[in-house]
């Protein structure tokens, strides 16, 4: 079973291109159709008001959030009318924190999700809500994209972080339909436990899985010879020249991978080939 039905979500006129062309190149290939939620936001926060603030503050903010909705949706049509894909659109407003209910009623009925990178120059706070709102309440995976330019091949060459969690293999579940397409795929295992379940053959037994749907599969175990398990991810990526990464997301809570970091955050911040992300 392929992706059939492909969401993104733009939230920022400037930024249309690198959100909506890599996920017009994966409905082509997909031959899915595309949702594109426009997304204006109230970027107000209503609990610093004084007490007794007119009415009117609150207003003229949802209507800036509405006018940017707008503009982002011309700009929307403006592009599509040239595509030849199923496609459709929605304006939405939005406040801060209703981004993830909004966001994750929209995820919850779709195949795939592509985003932006929601790290780096910028990137605000709702990119990473839009991201987290995708992966949490619309339990979907999601294809972090580094830049505008997604070849149309991609996944030729796919390297798996296998940690041998229920989030590494959530995210192998949802990226079968690219996998089974791939000229290899690189089951990495980063300093597998000596006690673990797996310990006389680390990846093995996932390994076996992909095979059985026709995907070729090896297996390829690593010492941990940097200070950070997604450096030492990254840096294989770049010897094995693969162009895409599946892992699970978020292992540990959000709140301790946004104070301290964690493998997922390290990965969206700086790798430079696109991710596959599921929790």
């Known amino acids: 079973m392929g ?23 994966v409905a082509r290939r997909e031959g899915a159709h595309l949702d594109i939620l426009c997304l204006g936001i109230d970027r107000t926060q209503t ?44 304006t939405v407003v939005a406040q801060l924190a209703g981004i993830a209910n909004l966001v994750g009623d929209w995820a919850q009925y779709s195949d795939l999700v592509v985003l932006p990178r929601p790290y780096g120059e910028g990137r605000g706070i ?37 940690n041998e969690s229920a989030e590494a ?3 192998v579940r949802k990226a079968m339909p690219i996998l089974v ?15 673990g379940p797996e310990r006389s ?30 450096d030492v991810i990254r840096r294989h990526v770049m010897d094995r020249a693969a162009d895409l990464v599946v892992m699970g997301a978020y292992g540990h809570s959000r709140f301790r991978e946004a104070i301290l970091g964690g493998a997922t ?3 969206l911040e700086s790798c430079e080939v696109p991710v596959l992300l599921a929790h």
Request: proline content about 7%.
């Open 169 to 171: 293999l959530s995210a």
């Open 265 to 267: 955050r390290n990965m």
């Open 47 to 90: 609990g610093f008001y004084y007490a007794g603030a007119n009415a009117m503050i609150l207003q003229q903010a949802l209507d800036r959030a509405q006018e940017e909705g707008e503009a982002i949706a011309a700009a929307v049509a403006a592009r599509m009318k040239t595509e030849d894909l199923p496609w459709g659109s929605e």
């Open 181 to 195: 397409r791939a000229a290899l795929v690189d089951i990495v295992v980063v300093d597998p436990p000596a006690h």
């Open 126 to 162: 709702e990119h990473e809500a839009i991201l987290e709102a995708a992966l949490f309440e619309g339990h979907a995976p999601v294809l972090v994209v580094p830049g505008p330019d997604l070849p149309r091949d991609f996944g030729q060459r796919v390297v798996v972080a296998w």
């Open 201 to 230: 053959d680390p990846g093995g037994r996932l390994s076996q899985m992909i095979a059985r749907h026709g995907a070729r599969a090896e297996v390829s175990v690593l010492a941990r010879t940097l200070p950070r398990v997604s």
């Open 3 to 25: 992706y059939k039905s492909v969401l993104t979500i733009v939230s920022d006129p400037a930024d249309l291109r690198q959100t909506l062309e890599p996920a017009i190149t």
